[in-house]
């Protein structure tokens, strides 16, 4: 699945806000993230025609199954990317802003070996069970 980081971001943002606020529109992307209207309307438009998001006619927002295969594999990616520089003794701060540079562009086999390393090995069943 090639997809450019910044839809990756974008289908994350969407995952979290659906989280924590239930029902998500543009206009609460823009709030959390901080980017304009029209990058956020572009982007929303550009999801929508690679099929990754519906808009209903409200403007709310929802994942569709693509979408929402590469909003958890990012999210889960910065969760514990974050969590393993937090016990290498990086502050939380800095170690959620490195999580997200690396999240994107690490390879499934490194990412595999970071988090075996920083688990003790245990299997990704053990981990996808592991509340946050």
Known sequence: MNIHE???DYLEA?????????????????????YSKPSVSIAMKRLRENGYIEMDPAGYITLLPPGEA????????????????????????????DACKMEHDLSD???EKIIQHAMGKQDRTQRNSDPD
């Open 6 to 8: 910044s839809a990756e």
């Open 14 to 34: 969407i995952l979290i806000l659906k989280e924590r606020l239930g029902l998500v529109r543009s206009i609460d992307i823009v709030h959390e993230r901080g």
């Open 70 to 97: 590469i909003a958890q594999r990012i999210y889960e990616r910065h969760r514990l990317l974050t969590r393993f520089l937090v016990q290498l003794g990086v502050s939380e701060d800095v170690a959620a802003a």
């Open 109 to 111: 086999e490194t990412f």
